[in-house]
C-alpha cells in the first residue's frame, strides 16, 4: 500500500507522510467512568503493528477510578501511554482540545481521536493512516457512505435519529462531509496547527461538527472512511436526548461564530 512499509526485523507498519518516515502518532482518548473498557482499548492499540503510536488518556476525575487505572497503565507502557488529569467533568470538547494541544506541544505528526467503549474499530487505524496521503490532511471515519453502518441491533428509531442528526447538522452547514457527527478521526498535524483551537466552543455532541465545519471552513482536505459502528458492550453510554436536542439548537450558531473564516473562504 502506498505511503506504507513494513519494517523488515520486526514487521511494524512504518508510514510516510509529507515526507517524513520516523512518525509520531497520537492517539486521544478523553475518560469519564471507563474503567472496564480502558484495559481493553489501551491494549488493542499498543498492539497494533505500527510504529511510533502512543495513547494519550484525558480523565476527567473518574469517579470509578479510571484515572488512577491510566496511571497504573501508563506506568506499564512507559513511553507510549500517557495521561492528563482534570479537576472533573469538564465536557468531550474541552478534553480534545487539550489533547489536541498536547500533541501539537510534543511534536506529533499525526493526532487521533477516538472512543474508549470499542465504537471505533481498532484495526481501522492503520487504513485511516494509509488514507493521510499526499494532500489528505483529515481521515474521517464513516458511518455513512457505502461500506459504513450503524450498530445492527440498534432499533428503527435510535438509527432514524441518529441518521437525522447528522443529515439535520450538514444541510444547515452545507457540508459535503457525509458524517459530520462521529468522533473517529486521524488528523495531520498541519491541519490542527491551523485550526483555531481557542476558538471552539462546542462542548459536547456538537463538538464532533464544529470541527469538521471548521476544517472545511478552512479548506482542508478529507477522506471518510467507512465503519461499522458497534454499540458498546461495557459501561453506560454518555449520550442523552438532552445532548441531542442541545446539538441540534447549537448547530445554528456555529454559522455565526464562524462567520468569518466563512467569509475568507468566499473572498
Given at each position: 500500500m502506498p505511503g506504507m512499509r513494513y519494517n523488515q526485523f520486526n514487521l511494524m507498519l512504518q508510514y510516510t507522510i509529507e515526507g517524513k518516515t520516523h512518525l509520531k502518532i497520537l492517539i486521544i482518548i478523553p475518560t469519564y467512568n471507563e474503567s472496564e473498557n480502558l484495559p481493553l482499548i489501551t491494549a488493542a492499540l499498543l498492539a497494533l503493528p505500527v510504529l511510533g503510536l502512543s495513547v494519550l488518556?484525558?480523565?476527567?476525575?473518574?469517579?470509578d477510578g479510571t484515572g488512577q487505572l491510566a496511571d497504573d497503565l501508563a506506568q506499564q507502557n512507559t513511553g507510549r501511554m500517557f495521561v492528563l488529569h482534570r479537576t472533573g467533568k469538564l465536557g468531550l470538547g474541552t478534553a480534545y482540545i487539550t489533547g489536541f494541544k498536547y500533541g501539537l506541544a510534543n511534536g506529533y505528526d499525526v493526532i487521533g481521536q477516538m472512543?474508549?467503549?470499542f465504537s471505533h474499530p481498532v484495526d481501522k487505524v492503520p487504513v485511516f493512516l494509509n488514507a493521510l496521503q499526499g494532500s489528505v490532511e483529515l481521515a474521517i471515519g464513516s458511518r455513512y457512505i457505502p461500506g459504513?453502518?450503524?450498530?445492527?441491533?440498534?432499533?428503527a428509531w435510535r438509527k432514524f435519529l441518529s441518521g437525522f442528526g447528522n443529515f439535520y447538522a450538514r444541510t444547515i452547514l452545507r457540508l459535503p462531509i457525509r458524517d459530520v457527527t462521529g468522533g473517529f478521526r486521524l488528523w495531520k498535524?498541519?491541519?490542527?496547527?491551523?485550526?483555531?483551537?481557542?476558538a471552539i466552543r462546542s462542548n459536547g455532541y456538537i463538538f464532533q461538527v464544529e470541527m469538521a465545519y471548521v476544517a472545511y471552513l478552512l479548506g482542508a482536505k478529507y477522506r471518510e472512511i467507512p465503519f461499522?459502528?458497534?454499540?458498546?458492550?461495557?459501561?453506560?453510554s454518555k449520550m442523552s436526548a438532552k445532548i441531542q436536542v442541545e446539538a441540534a439548537i447549537n448547530v445554528w450558531r456555529l454559522l455565526n461564530i464562524h462567520k468569518h473564516i466563512r467569509l475568507l473562504e468566499e473572498k
Open positions: 488518556i484525558v480523565d476527567d476525575n473518574s469517579p472512543d474508549a467503549d459504513g453502518s450503524l450498530d445492527e441491533a440498534w432499533p498535524r498541519s491541519l490542527l496547527a491551523r485550526m483555531p483551537l481557542d461499522y459502528f458497534a454499540d458498546r458492550k461495557l459501561g453506560r
